[in-house]
């Protein structure tokens, strides 16, 4: 089956700096690469998502970039602030086959 | 919409007490999923259904059984709590069904212990 791996497990930043979560997974047959954010004691909320036929996608101040050769994915964040702060998941997995990273502890330091 | 809901937000169990953990989404999502997340090892699947009447197992079904009867509900059981069963439970759904290759909407959670 797929596993994921994510790293680092925490990362701190500056405000103003950008961040970067890296996640590898197992199984080339993968097609659908998810990034969920959870604040502490809520839910986890998909904030991008990418899919195999895509490379890069961004959404405002967030990036996702997929390489499916070398199996790994990566979400970018730029021009953090504080509310970023959050555990942040990154998944990946193709029907019912779907796994979920550890996760990453960010913290943005004003 | 409320989205998918979740009851009870909190539980304390004794080791051997049976409970179901309640789910309902109002979404007409097919797919429907348990999780449980433990300190620094993400989401873990617990069962998932593609649709009323069809279940199956994830990655950590022990102790835990489900059932779909209907497309909005979905109760998880624990048979018999035992203490490794302490943690916080997240129902999702997502309009596939064949599995969650779409937005999952996450519940709220229910968070359990077992003494």
């Known amino acids: 089956g797929e596993n994921v791996e994510q790293h680092p497990s925490t990362l701190s930043v500056q405000e103003g700096d950008s961040a970067v979560i890296k996640c590898t997974y197992s199984d080339s047959a993968s097609n659908y690469f998810p990034w969920y954010k959870q604040e502490l004691g809520k839910r986890p909320q998909l904030i991008i998502d990418i899919r195999s036929n895509v490379g890069e996608k961004k959404d405002q101040r967030i990036a996702v970039t997929l390489n499916k050769t070398a199996k790994h994915f990566s979400l970018h964040i730029t021009e953090t602030q504080p509310e970023d702060s959050a555990v942040y998941f990154c998944?990946?997995?193709?029907?019912?086959?779907?796994?979920f990273g550890p996760g990453t502890r960010l913290s943005v330091l004003p | 919409n409320a989205g998918v809901t979740q009851t009870p937000k909190f539980q304390v169990l004794k080791t051997g007490q049976s409970m179901t953990l309640q789910c309902a989404q109002d979404m007409n999502h097919e797919y429907m999923s348990w999780y449980r997340q433990d300190p620094g090892m993400g989401l873990r699947l617990i069962h998932y259904s593609v649709g009323a009447g069809i279940t199956d197992q994830g990655e950590v079904p022990n102790g835990y059984n489900v059932s779909r009867s209907t497309t909005e509900d979905f109760p998880l059981r624990l048979l018999s709590a035992a203490p490794s069963q302490t943690s916080v439970y997240f129902c999702?759904?997502?309009?596939?069904?064949?599995?969650?290759?779409?937005?999952?909407?996450f519940g709220p959670g229910t968070r359990l212990l077992v003494l």
């Open positions: 998944a990946a997995g193709y029907g019912q086959n779907f796994v």
């Open positions: 999702a759904s997502s309009d596939r069904a064949g599995g969650p290759a779409e937005t999952q909407y």
